[in-house]
């Protein structure tokens, strides 16, 4: 029986200073830039954007993909852009043995459009593309 008990008072202790951990942390949070003061609070969602272009596009068509590629991603602040230049592949990507790579950070308020990737996939100057959420 006392080993009942113990085990009880412990779960309940664990229990206690999880929630006071959690008052603390709430508190933080809304004291933070990001917090609104009423227990809401806004995240920002940190993605990287990783397109291979086709060797043989130009450097002007790359620019305007890319633009037209920023378009659609919408409300979307592009933190960071860099490009790589013409790099060769490990493998043989759509018959192309080597394409021009480009690295956008994207910090969002909403999640990325769900059709963003079917207009990624439907343009045939980018051979691959990978979208990771960071954050």
Known sequence: MPFDKLRVATIRGVQNSLHRYAEICQGVFNSCA?????????????????????????????????ETIKGWLGEV???????????????????????????????AKEVIPADFEKKLLAVEDVIRHLLIRKK
């Open 34 to 66: 990001g917090g609104f003061g009423d227990g809401r609070i806004e995240y920002m969602r940190i993605y990287e954007l990783a397109l291979v272009f086709r060797p043989a596009v130009t450097e002007t068509q790359r620019k305007k993909l890319l």
């Open 77 to 107: 602040k592009i933190g960071k852009e860099d490009h790589w230049g013409l790099k060769a592949l490990s493998y043989k990507i759509k018959k192309e043995t080597s394409g021009f790579f480009t690295i956008l950070a994207l910090e």
